[in-house]
């Protein structure tokens, strides 16, 4: 079992509080108790780690969702309507695969950079035909502001 001593120990050398310590060991239950009091020092110690850094990052992310959460409202009483390019890849004997979306301001801005694309492309004859593997755009569609703030 971990003692007194352990957790001064272990609050001196690795900086650790005893309040976070003692509410690690909480979330222990009945069945798994017995395991936990058979871990050694540095057992523990890399246990406690791993639940430290997944605590954090769910601080993180809940952190992240209520900002993303206000950002959505704010645009949706803004009236914000983007608009959505998918883009699909074409390749040779593996048939065809969503590639990704890109958003736009605008219908007008979402048709510009299609058409810069295509024509930034060289043509197949040039090419000697149809190359293996390539990637074109979809046509603009409406998108909402979820979509957009994934």
């Not at 780690?49 to 206000?70: I, S, T």
């Not at 605008?106 to 060289?122: F, G, R």
Request: hydrophobic share 35%; charged share 35%.
């Amino acid at each position: 079992m971990i003692s007194d001593q352990d957790i001064k120990l272990l609050e001196k050398n690795e900086r650790i509080t005893r309040n976070f310590l003692v509410e690690y060991l909480s979330t222990f239950t009945p069945q798994n108790r017995k395991a936990f009091e058979k871990m050694s020092i540095e057992q523990l110690f890399s246990d406690y780690q791993e639940v430290k850094r997944v605590v954090e990052r769910q601080k993180l992310e809940a952190a992240r969702e209520k900002e993303m959460a206000k950002k959505k409202a704010a645009l949706k009483k803004a009236g914000f309507k983007p608009v959505a390019v998918d883009w699909t890849e074409y390749e040779r004997g593996w048939g065809q695969r969503h590639d990704g979306t890109t958003f736009y301001d605008s219908y007008e801005e979402a048709n510009a950079a299609v058409k810069k694309y295509k024509d930034s492309l060289p043509s197949a004859a040039s090419l000697g035909g149809v190359p293996d593997c390539y990637v074109m755009p979809g046509s603009p569609r409406a998108a909402t502001v979820e979509e957009q703030m994934k």
